[in-house]
Structures are given as C-alpha cells and as structure tokens.
C-alpha cells in the first residue's frame, strides 16, 4: 500500500508542534501500525531527518505505552485492540492518516507522540495498594471471594493504563482508570481496611491532576482496548458517596 500520513511533529513541551505530511510507500498489510512508523522513521534517518518519537514497549497490547490517536480514535478504527496490536490491513491503499498524540490537559506533550502520563502514577500513589503482613504468601483459598466478585475485580485489573479513555473523553476525564483500580481492590477482602481512604485519595488526585469531570459520555468504555464497562464508575461513584458520608462530607462538594 501507498499512504499518506500527517504526523504531529513538536520538538518539545514548548514547542506550538504542527502536523508534518510523510509519504510512505510499499507497507504490508502484514504490518503492525508501530512497524510502519518504524519504517517511516529508518527512512528519515538516513535521510538525516529527525525520527518521530512515539512511545511503545512490549508491543503486545499489554503494557499500555502505545497512545496514538488515528484518524481522530484513540488506538485506531478497531475495537478491543491497542495501537501495537493494529495491523495496517484495516487501511487502503491511498489513505491519508492523521496520527496525533493524546489531547488532555492532564498528558502534557513531551515530543512528538509522547505525552507526560505521570498523572496516573499520582493516582496510583494515593491508594493503590493494600495494607498486608509480610511473610510468605498465603495459601492461595484460604479467603474466599464470591465469584461475581472476583470476576469484576479481574476485570478491572485488566486495565493496562494507557490512557485511551482520557483521549477519547469529551471532559478529558481519567475516571474509568481511576475507577478500575479503585474496583480491583475495592471488591476484594485483603482491600477492605483501605476501600473508603482509598476511593476518597484517588479521585481527590485526579482531580488536583488536571483531569475534567465524568459526564457520562461514555466514549471511554468504547475505545478502552480491554473493554472496562461504564459500570465500573457508577461503582466508584457509591464508594466515594459512602466514604464521603462516613467522613461527614456533604454530597457533592
């Protein structure tokens, strides 16, 4: 295939950035959307151009690292997929695509495709753990856990935090991630001690991250490549209803 593709190009944070129209030439089907971006960018070294900087890891659609908005979705055309694991056969020949980087005030870019997520570990430092002995680990029955509980929880760890959600939201909101790791030890026994501090902390550090407010749009639930349902933040949404009326809070303020 023949495409063309207009990339973001930002030298850096201060950077006004543009988009930049590339020609690139005999892409395989075959192809990962990442290996033809690194076949774009062999082309511009030896070109003595600078490459363009996206982020990527396992390439597996497990780490999260990928974040490329194509052609205006976060991860590309296909559903459940991340932008590692796209494969240049959902195009055609003569395409024209637009890749950009994530657009929320909370992922500030760095270079190029590469924002600055460093939000989410803010998130994460203000209550995702678990308050634990240390020792050896327990024998794996010996806490039982309903089954529709450990289901959801699962689901909810599945959450690879790439931040698809806060790119597609309209809000930029980082709620369903926030959500998903208030759900994966919030349903479980050994999260219990810290399920109310927990929800209060963490969406207390969205906030202060720069994230917007949920509306319910529910563009997250649609591009989240591991498919986290709308319900996880109603669930959220009770627990942090409940936390606020144990600690004397009034609704909504």
């Known amino acids: 295939?023949?495409?063309?593709?207009?990339?973001?190009?930002q030298s850096g944070p201060q950077d006004k950035g543009r988009m930049v129209t590339y020609q690139v030439d005999d892409v395989s089907p075959d192809m990962s959307f990442l290996e033809m971006l690194d076949v774009l960018n062999e082309r511009l070294i030896l070109a003595g151009e600078e490459p363009i900087a996206f982020d990527h890891d396992c390439r597996e659609g497990i780490c999260g690292m990928c974040g490329l908005m194509i052609n205006g979705d976060a991860h590309g055309p296909q559903r459940g997929t991340t932008a590692c694991q796209l494969h240049m056969r959902q195009f055609k020949d003569g395409d024209t695509i637009d890749i950009e980087p994530w657009r929320a005030r909370a992922f500030p870019v760095i270079k190029d495709l590469v924002v600055n997520r460093?939000?989410?570990d803010k998130i994460i430092a203000a209550g995702g753990?678990?308050?634990?002995?240390?020792g050896s680990a327990p024998e794996a029955h010996s806490v039982p856990v309903a089954k529709a509980n450990a289901d959801a929880a699962f689901e909810s760890a599945a959450c690879i935090g790439c931040g698809a959600c806060v790119a597609a939201c309209p809000n930029g909101s980082g709620m369903l991630f926030t959500a998903a790791k208030v759900t994966q030890l919030g349903l479980l026994p050994q999260g219990q001690p810290e399920r109310h501090t927990r929800v209060i902390g963490m969406v207390d550090a969205h906030d202060e991250a720069g994230f917007g407010g949920c509306t319910n749009a529910g563009e997250c639930t649609v591009v989240c490549p591991k498919g986290i349902p709308l319900t996880t933040i109603g669930r959220?949404?009770?627990?942090?209803?409940?936390?606020s009326s144990k600690r004397g809070d009034t609704p909504g303020t």
């Open 236 to 243: 959220l949404n009770r627990d942090y209803l409940a936390a």
């Open 1 to 9: 295939m023949n495409l063309t593709l207009r990339i973001w190009r």
């Open 129 to 134: 753990y678990i308050t634990a002995p240390t």
């Open 118 to 120: 460093g939000a989410f």
